[in-house]
């Protein structure tokens, strides 16, 4: 028998949430005086869980690395959040949002925990309304939405480009109320550098405060992560460039399962890359393909022209283009999900049609022409302009475009130096969020006891491949809604327990192998830079461990990145002290992490004999070059449990039952 | 891209090792900075070489790197963020600068955010602010009405999300000659003022907001608008104005 349980709870699938509210254990209100909880990160996951937490009555404490809780990545996010409101009358429901991102997940999440997210997430856009948050509105008053890629229905609610900004700043300022009322106590400028387990049980952390140096000692009744994923293991992606493993990897050494590490997005819409030197990439929000249409030149010469300079891509004939998109996928077109598009990308560069001029050839167009000529006439009629000139059309739809995604265009031309508005777009996949993460239940519980994981570190609802404005969602859903009541289920047997003491051996042993490993880093006297290794993991990662996984290439990817863990050990230069605010020390240890996570990772994706979602094997494809699942032998989630060496972990199956769905091959035809 | 001219400049960038000690400006050169590189990755490229000659890098705040989440400050030739307009500094490019130039670089300077290293300062205060007031006291109970049952006028909604625009860099603080907060706290009063949600805290809200601002040693507003001219979001003065109207009105009911 496994040693998972996902504590499903009994009953048909609309009525789980429900049933499992109406019997799970609560505790008084003067109980949860007593209690203390932890939380790592406060993104929308950790923010809106701190936060609710407090106004419950718990003692929280919270913890970011940032300056300020409000700097957490989630306040990257663009695009929007999804909820199932159905306030455009298209046809949403719950059960649609749910099915939406089984099929989009590629069939590898859990149906219980989806289904509660399509459940909650209503709740979440009237907290946020309620909060103060300023989204999108129509000329009635009313919320606007937009459509994201593998969805047929419109229900993103959106704040221009800046819709995890506005939802952080949400929690943010429910968190605010709360540190006023002393409920939360805020560390910012530290890291979590351990979790402290006593009696089996999650009971504290061991952090750093980044300003000072010194290695702290914080107690709890349990722990929460929400700590986001790990893209950069990949050095380049569009994560910031703070975000790390740590935190989720040292609770993986500590017992908690590592769930398919391997399911990555590699997002269809960012700035490709321009050079070596280049630290980090630009995502271009998903919904600009409500509007972009995606092309290559038809013709290989003309796709030269356009990378060597001699050719503009506006002068390039209609028919000489490539809709591939469209092409492929009629009925989804430039709105397919983002795994499919970007394979799709990498297949038209890899056949030689890419337009930018990288190592690699490595860009697609993203045109907005059409949409402005569209929007341009829409609204000459609107304004009662009779034969309007081509120049007033034009005018006109920039205007419109502007209005959408003025941001956006913003951002890109400042990056590239380039006017969107009159040049397609020229982008390329990246690295952009983990679907993998630490495998939890139905209660958002590792199994590791009174240790939880939320929002990206968690593996629970997106599968193989998240759909567009799911993250916010999730996100939210688990620390306003979710996470309150299991972890009161949880606590509810620790109103007895008092104080947790730090002065336990466990804290001892933990505080001394944080600071043994932070002083290992310092005196390694090596000559060579911290970042100098993390790109030569990156390059691994993306080559090997990218859009396209072959057992060759990840058999090589493991040996390879596992020599590239002993040569940092051996060479790796930090300078400074351990007792002062040292940046440098800061990512060799996250990079650390990072190269153990990356073998693992590869070990994950060797395993998966099946092409799924975001996780593609050249050996497991259709004839027509689409993902072949196997869900006969596949239909499971892998929990690897950490035993030494990285890639010697233990495999646990937790098998995925479809009770409710049928299993079908995902077609966006 | 890779056939463009680079660029040699020279740095002075202003080295401080924590908070008690005196900092003074030291001189970089740095070589071959393509112009298609942020100016952070043009500092990356400085810190480079500073480690392998076993020199101490230089400290400074940054983590999205595409201008949203505030970390990035830098006072740049005097301007904070730099010399071009509505932009964070992670997000200003080498192509804005002249091969052979020399680049002042300091940290954004005002009493109410000390320097912790270099070019990193604390803007701690900036937090401290917004627990005096920058929220709605509603609690999370997934009970609450329906979002759309309260319709809010589309202009009031889009200048409320023009002011929550904010990402709480404290450029407007650093451009300001008296160290004011104005901009900051006037952004978050009117983003709530102009929400119906937000209306009925509205007049303690003031109140205590801008009584912390001063309290944390924040200067008065003198009205002169460079907050406005260096906000990488472009956060209009018409915001303080609002602000002003809500303290005065706020003050005189209370």
Redesign the interface.
């Known amino acids: 028998m496994s040693k998972l349980d996902s504590k499903i709870p009994n009953g048909p699938l609309k009525d789980k949430w429900t049933n499992y509210k109406n019997n799970i254990n609560l505790v008084n209100p003067a109980n949860k005086r007593n209690i203390d909880v932890i939380v790592v990160g406060t993104g929308l996951a950790g923010g809106?869980a701190a936060?609710?937490l407090a106004?419950l009555g718990y003692n929280v404490k919270a913890f970011c690395y940032?300056?300020?809780?409000?700097?957490a990545?989630s306040?990257?996010a663009q695009g929007g959040i999804n909820a199932a409101?159905n306030?455009q009358g298209d046809g949403d429901s719950t059960y649609r949002l749910f099915y939406d991102t089984i099929k989009g997940g590629d069939y590898r999440s859990r149906e219980a925990n989806v289904y509660r997210l399509a459940e909650?997430s209503t709740?979440i856009?009237?907290?946020?309304?309620?909060?103060?948050v300023?989204?999108?509105?129509?000329?009635?008053?009313?919320?606007d939405n937009r459509s994201f890629g593998g969805v047929l229905v419109s229900r993103t609610f959106y704040?221009?480009g800046?819709t995890?900004?506005?939802l952080l700043?949400g929690a943010?300022?429910?968190m605010?109320?709360q540190?006023?009322k002393g409920k939360i106590q805020?560390f910012?400028r530290h890291e979590m550098l351990d979790v402290v387990i006593v009696d089996g049980k999650a009971r504290g952390i061991i952090a750093r405060n980044l300003?000072t140096g010194e290695i702290e000692r914080h107690s709890a009744h349990a722990v929460v992560l929400g700590t986001g994923g790990y893209g950069n293991v990949f050095f380049l992606s569009?994560n910031?460039?703070?975000s790390n493993v740590t935190a989720a990897w040292k609770a993986h050494k500590k017992g908690a399962f590592f769930a398919n590490p391997c399911y990555t997005q590699i997002h269809p819409t960012c700035v490709p890359v321009?050079?070596t030197?280049?630290?980090?990439l630009?995502?271009m929000s998903e919904s600009l393909r409500n509007d972009g249409r995606i092309w290559v030149p038809k013709n290989l010469k003309d796709a030269e022209g356009v990378r060597n300079g001699t050719l503009k891509p506006t002068n390039i004939k209609e028919e000489d283009r490539d809709y591939y998109l469209e092409r492929r996928y009629p009925s989804f077109g430039n709105l397919v999900p983002r795994d499919v598009a970007s394979r799709a990308a990498k297949e038209r560069c890899d056949a030689g049609y890419g337009v930018v001029?990288?190592d690699t050839n490595e860009g697609v167009f993203l045109d907005f022409a059409a949409a402005i000529q569209r929007y341009g006439s829409e609204e000459a009629l609107v304004k009662g302009i009779s034969n309007p000139s081509q120049e007033q059309v034009t005018a006109l739809g920039e205007k419109v475009i502007e209005n959408k995604y003025g941001n956006l265009f913003?951002?890109y031309k400042?990056?590239t130096?380039d006017n969107p508005y009159k040049t397609p777009m020229r982008i390329y996949p990246a690295v952009h969020y983990t679907m993998g993460g630490l495998w939890v239940d139905y209660n958002l519980m590792t199994n590791v006891e009174g240790m939880y994981a939320i929002g990206e570190a968690n593996f629970s609802d997106h599968g193989a491949n998240r759909l567009g404005a799911s993250a916010l969602m999730q996100g939210l859903a688990d620390g306003?809604?979710v996470l309150?009541y299991t972890i009161g289920d949880y606590l509810a047997n620790d109103i007895r327990t008092g104080k947790i003491s730090t002065d336990s051996p466990e804290f001892e042993a933990a505080e001394k192998k944080a600071k043994d490993e932070i002083n290992k880093l310092i005196n390694n006297n090596g000559?060579k830079?911290v970042?100098y290794f993390h790109k030569r993991l990156g390059l691994i990662m993306w080559n090997k461990v990218g859009m396209a996984r072959t057992t060759e290439g990840l058999n090589e990817a493991i040996v390879e990145i596992a020599a590239l863990r002993e040569e940092f050990y051996k060479d790796v230069?930090v300078?400074?002290t351990a007792d002062?605010?040292n940046?440098?020390l800061e990512k060799a240890g996250r990079v650390a992490d990072f190269l153990e996570l990356g073998e693992l990772f590869a070990r994950d994706a060797l395993e998966r004999e099946e092409s799924c979602g975001g996780h593609f094997r050249e050996e497991y494809k259709t004839e027509d070059g689409e993902a072949l699942r196997r869900d006969d032998e596949f239909a499971f989630v892998s929990a690897w449990e950490y035993t030494g060496k990285p890639s010697d972990a233990i495999l646990h199956k937790d098998k995925l039952e479809f009770e409710n769905v049928e299993l079908k091959t995902r077609s966006y035809k | 891209m890779s056939a463009e001219k680079t660029l040699n400049l020279t740095l002075k960038v202003w080295r401080q090792k924590n908070n008690n000690a005196k900092g003074s400006l030291e001189t970089y050169p740095v070589k071959d900075i393509s112009p298609g590189s942020s100016f952070l990755e043009m500092l990356d490229i400085l810190n480079g070489g500073l480690i392998e000659k076993g020199e101490s890098p230089v400290t400074f705040d940054h983590d999205c790197r595409e201008g949203i989440c505030g970390s990035c400050s830098l006072y740049i030739n005097g301007e904070p963020h730099g010399p071009a307009r509505l932009v964070t500094t992670c997000q200003l490019h080498m192509r804005s600068f002249k091969d052979g130039e020399t680049i002042y670089i300091e940290p954004f300077r005002a009493k109410a955010f000390p320097v912790i290293k270099d070019l990193m300062v604390d803007r701690s205060a900036f937090d401290r602010i917004q627990h005096a007031g920058g929220y709605i006291s509603v609690n999370t109970s997934g009970n609450t009405q329906d979002a759309n049952s309260i319709p809010i006028e589309k202009e009031n909604a889009d200048e409320a999300f023009y002011s929550a625009a904010c990402i709480g860099c404290g450029a407007c603080v650093a451009a300001c000659k008296n160290a004011s907060a104005s901009l900051f706290v006037a952004a978050k009063v009117s983003q709530y003022a102009l929400l119906p949600q937000g209306k009925v805290e509205a007049k303690d809200r003031v109140l205590n907001m801008v009584k912390q601002a001063e309290k944390e040693g924040f200067g008065p507003c003198s009205n002169t608008g460079a907050c406005e001219v260096e906000c990488p979001k472009g956060i209009s003065i018409e915001n303080i104005a609002r602000m002003n109207r809500e303290f005065l009105s706020a003050s005189i009911s209370k």
């Open positions: 809106s936060a609710t106004e940032q300056d300020s809780p409000r700097r990545h306040i990257a409101k306030y909650v709740n856009i009237d907290q946020c309304v309620a909060q103060g300023p989204f999108a509105r129509d000329y009635g008053g009313l919320l704040a221009k800046q995890g900004q506005q700043l943010y300022s429910a605010n109320r540190i006023a805020m910012n300003v569009t910031a460039m703070g321009h050079g030197e280049q630290s980090k630009t995502l001029a990288n913003d951002m400042q990056i130096d306003y809604f309150p000559t830079k970042d230069r300078p400074g002062e605010l940046q440098e």
